[in-house]
T-cell receptor, first 112, second 115 residues
Framework: KQEVTQIPAALSVPEGENLVLNCSFT??????LQWFRQDPGKGLTSLLL?????REQTSGRLNASLDKSSGRSTLYIAASQPGDSATYLCAVRPYNNNDMRFGAGTRLTVKP | DAGVIQSPRHEVTEMGQEVTLRCKPI?????LFWYRQTMMRGLELLIY????????DSGMPEDRFSAKMPNASFSTLKIQPSEPRDSAVYFC?????????????FGPGTRLTVL
């Protein structure tokens, strides 16, 4: 059974700092990995999706990498802003079905 | 596109009552997913449909839970009878069969409180 772990559970940084969020998964046979953002009391917003054949994806200040063999993904946020404060979740999808497995998330606080 | 639409946004009910949650997926998306989010268990997939047909309902916790998708633009998740432990946020998501690796798009969720 696929297990997805996100470390750290919470992170607080000053504005302007670059930061890395980590996601690890136990079964490397994945179809894709998706990073989401969730604001308090809100739904999930898709940030980046990396297909199994890809190594990284970039969108603005965000960069997500994928190392399937080691079962790891990172989300890099450059020049963090208070508006980046939210919970960030990663989810992996296996090849044979749509049962996405989510990590517990990292709660990020960017202080002005 | 308006995105995935869910209603109601908040529901407060008493134990034993029937609860119906509704979802309208993004037009053109073939797959629809129902998730539940709690502090203890995080996000869990309950059931998903492809072309209106339930494909995997192994995540549905009990027979008290049922889901239907009568057409491509509407799905319901019903709990009957509801219990306090069903209190959670229920999300609906949809994805196309084609496109960038079947990216999932989530609705705003329904926050259910069972007293």
């Amino acid at each position: 059974k696929q297990e997805v772990t996100q470390i750290p559970a919470a992170l607080s940084v000053p504005e302007g700092e670059n930061l890395v969020l980590n996601c690890s998964f136990t079964d490397s046979a994945i179809y894709n990995l998706q990073w989401f953002r969730q604001d308090p009391g809100k739904g999930l917003t898709s940030l980046l999706l990396i297909q199994s054949s890809q190594r990284e994806q970039t969108s603005g200040r965000l960069n997500a990498s994928l190392d399937k063999s080691s079962g790891r993904s990172t989300l890099y946020i450059a020049a963090s802003q208070p508006g980046d404060s939210a919970t960030y979740l990663c989810a992996v999808r296996p090849y044979n079905n749509n049962d996405m497995r989510f990590g517990a998330g990292t709660r990020l606080t960017v202080k002005p | 596109d308006a995105g995935v639409i869910q209603s109601p946004r908040h529901e407060v009910t008493e134990m034993g009552q029937e609860v119906t949650l509704r979802c309208k997926p993004i037009s053109g998306h073939n797959s629809l997913f129902w998730y539940r989010q709690t502090m203890m268990r995080g996000l869990e997939l309950l059931i998903y449909f492809n072309n209106n047909v339930p494909i995997d309902d192994s995540g549905m916790p009990e027979d008290r839970f049922s889901a239907k998708m009568p057409n491509a633009s509407f799905s319901t998740l019903k709990i009957q009878p509801s219990e306090p432990r069903d209190s959670a946020v229920y999300f609906c998501a949809s994805s196309p069969d084609r496109g960038p690796a079947n990216e999932q798009f989530f609705g705003p969720g329904t926050r259910l409180t069972v007293l």
